[in-house]
């Protein structure tokens, strides 16, 4: 494969590419409910959120969200946008890709002066590579424990296994 193969174009979601990204998700089924990416593409489109996706020789290959107002108050209260949902296709993984469009997250984020950006992660081995990744990209703990569905899990309590069973990180961005 030569560099131009390779090379990952990164873009923000407006109404020229919003069937693209829902064409993807359909194949993908990244989620499993149609209305939360609509839900998406409206907080995209009134500005709470930035959509951003990643394409390889004109397809989708993934996105993940900027989320301005994001559910957990940790990040609320400090002012912190959310990087959500990071989807790479499987047969695109393991290339830089998903970090690309986390870098690009922060890279925004950077732009529009904010000091921190805030991160989850599942807890189950499926969201292992993820893990590691915002590990290795700078991601730290943000000491509150770990949350299911953006609330604090206190001692005892009993949660299900799944994908809103998360530890919550952030990242100090530099100037």
């Known amino acids: 494969m030569?560099?131009?193969?390779?090379?990952?174009?990164?873009?923000?979601?407006?109404?020229?590419n919003e069937r693209e990204f829902l064409d993807f998700v359909t194949r993908y089924d990244a989620n499993g409910d149609p209305e939360y990416y609509q839900r998406c593409?409206?907080?995209?489109?009134e500005?709470?959120?930035?959509?951003?996706?990643?394409?390889?020789?004109?397809?989708?290959?993934?996105?993940?969200?900027?989320?301005k107002v994001p559910k957990y108050s940790y990040f609320k209260k400090f002012n912190m946008p959310e990087v959500q949902d990071l989807r790479v296709a499987p047969e695109f993984r393991r290339n830089g890709y998903g970090r690309s469009l986390v870098q690009y997250c922060e890279e925004l984020a950077?732009?529009?002066?904010?000091?921190?950006?805030?991160i989850s992660v599942g807890l189950d081995s499926?969201?292992?590579?993820?893990?590691?990744?915002y590990v290795r990209m700078g991601y730290i703990p943000d000491g509150g424990g770990i949350t299911y569905d953006r609330k604090q899990v206190t001692?005892?309590?009993?949660?299900p296994i799944d994908g809103n069973l998360c530890l919550m990180m952030s990242k100090v961005l530099k100037k």
Not at 41 to 45: A, L, Q, V
Not at 47 to 67: A, P
């Open 2 to 16: 030569n560099m131009q193969e390779r090379s990952l174009e990164i873009l923000t979601l407006n109404d020229g």
């Open 41 to 45: 593409i409206d907080m995209n489109r």
């Open 47 to 67: 500005g709470d959120l930035v959509l951003i996706m990643g394409k390889m020789n004109g397809t989708v290959i993934g996105f993940c969200l900027l989320n």
């Open 110 to 118: 950077r732009k529009q002066e904010y000091d921190e950006i805030g």
């Open 126 to 133: 499926s969201f292992g590579a993820a893990q590691r990744l």
């Open 155 to 159: 001692v005892g309590e009993f949660k």
